[in-house]
């Protein structure tokens, strides 16, 4: 047997990942105001089989359970998001003591077994009262809000939390949720994204702000915020090929990683949208110039890119895998003899050592946390086991292409692997599963798959593989 030594520093933290929606469940319990997710799910016809995050993993009564099988995988860190309707069922006002209360208990919990919690303030589970009352996202007032929602959670969790993410994926907020229809609230613009963008980068800008100002001299934690991006491969060395993918991950990850490093959207989007791109006032701009003590990657998959001819068929960018398309003018597609996910989604490990270097030469050598990669698969429970080689041969894959992209000179400090368990995925209900654990959506009951015990042997030999 030999044994593969990967290039992983030693303070490298190894995590993995949930959000609350995702599994919490509890919906109506401890408090809670409604959120645009519990809206949306309960609205016949938009998610798979009409499936609801109602119970989802019932986390927020096994919490104790999840944490000790967390530990016994060996993670070092544990990122969950905290439901703002939880802690402010309205959006707005006094917080509620029993929201505070079980985020108190959860991370106490991660701490007794000596896990770090890591903390995203919003994973798109906005109070539905500020989409109802106040536009949501589409209201500048919304940055406001957020940052009275952030400072709290900063004063009653910042003793114990020294990692923050303001925000999850904003592209997934703007694109899917007010762009295509497909996520909450549900609404289908071509304008509206870059409005909601905006509001998102200031909203975090805000928070980041507000910790810093207030917090983080005592807390002395970190604070940052998770970007999600695929790879964009040229479909050739023509030079219109190049442009198209170059232009691709601009529209996709440059949209928000740019205005906190660069203090302005790419040149790209700006020529290409002219009016409807909003512009940051000067304020604006300097509160968001370096707004991120790390650069937060959530990275799946890998596309190719061309230039999309007059009259060319985008509907796989259409789907959303690519923005409002025909902002981009960039036709997307994969390569057949590639493998796919359940989710559809290709396993091309490369993509990713070469995303990590766009974004080291971009964003001038920013330390970067990939905050989620993972993938979903068939998982049949069968004697009481799942037998997910097919995960482990993602994760192989894609953490040796981590590795190579540290010995070239990224600087990748940790990485997080969604999920720990099977979740409420989003449109496609319980049907998709991308856990480290299984989860009996019937009963509730956890069984570690192959992977989680892959895990464990990888963390416990020290980043190796055999
Ligand atoms: C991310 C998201 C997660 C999870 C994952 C798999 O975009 O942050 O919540 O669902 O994708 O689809």
Redesign the pocket.
């Known amino acids: 047997m030999t044994t593969k030594t990967l290039s992983f520093p030693g303070d490298f933290l190894w995590g993995t990942a949930t ?1 609350s929606y ?1 599994i919490e469940g509890a919906w109506l319990e401890g408090g809670k105001g409604m959120s645009i997710w519990d809206v949306f799910t309960h609205t016949p016809g938009k998610i798979f089989q009409g499936h609801t995050g109602d119970v989802a993993c019932d986390h927020y009564h096994r919490f104790r359970e999840d944490v000790a099988l967390m530990a016994q995988l060996g993670v070092k860190v544990y990122r969950f998001s905290i439901a703002w309707s939880r802690i402010q069922p309205d959006g707005q006002g006094q917080p509620n003591a029993e929201g505070i209360q079980f985020y108190n208990d959860l991370i106490d919990e991660c701490l007794a077994h000596g896990i770090q919690p890591w903390a995203t303030l919003y ?1 798109w589970d906005l109070p539905a009262a500020l989409h109802l009352e106040q536009d949501g996202w589409l209201n500048p007032a919304i940055a406001g809000h957020f940052d009275r929602y952030a400072a709290i959670c900063f004063e009653h969790f910042g003793d114990r939390v020294k990692h923050w993410a303001t925000l ?2 904003p592209w ?1 907020v703007a694109i899917l949720g007010y762009g295509k229809g497909v996520f909450a609230p549900g609404r289908v613009s071509d304008s509206e994204p870059y409005l909601v963008g905006h509001h998102l980068l200031l909203a975090h800008a805000h928070a980041v702000h507000t910790y810093r100002s207030q917090f983080q001299a005592e807390q002395q934690g970190i604070i940052g915020i998770s970007n ?1 991006c695929d790879w964009r491969e040229p479909a050739s060395s023509l030079p219109g090929d190049v442009e198209a993918a170059q232009r691709a991950l601009e529209f996709f990850l440059g949209w928000f990683a740019d205005p906190i490093y660069h203090g302005d959207y790419p040149p790209s989007m700006r020529a290409r949208l002219g009016l409807r791109l909003p512009v940051f006032s000067d304020a604006d701009r300097k509160l968001l110039l370096g707004s991120s003590d790390y650069f937060g990657l ?1 990275h ?1 998959t890998t596309l190719f890119a061309a230039e999309a001819k007059p009259g060319e068929d985008l509907s796989l960018a259409a789907n959303g895998n690519g923005g409002i398309s025909a902002d981009q003018d960039v036709r997307l597609f994969p390569d057949p003899s590639w493998k796919f996910t359940t ?1 559809d989604w290709a396993v091309v490990p490369d993509g990713m050592r070469k995303l990590l270097h766009w974004i080291d030469k971009r964003y001038g050598h920013p330390p970067v946390y990939l905050t ?1 990669n993972g993938c979903s698969c068939e998982d049949l429970l069968v004697n009481g086991q799942v037998d997910d080689q097919d995960r482990i041969d993602y994760f192989e894959g894609y953490l040796q292409a981590g590795s190579q992209a540290i010995q070239e000179g990224v600087n990748l400090k940790g990485y997080f692997a ?2 720990f368990m099977d979740n409420f ?2 449109a496609s209900g319980y049907d998709k599963r ?1 856990g480290l654990v299984h989860v009996d959506h019937h009963t509730g009951k956890r069984t570690p798959k192959a992977s989680f015990t892959w895990w464990q042997q990888f963390l416990q030999r020290g980043a190796t593989f055999t």
Request: glycine residues 0%.
């Open positions: 959000s995702q994973h999850n994926e997934v999600n959530n799946y989710m989620e969604w999920s995925e989003w991308f």
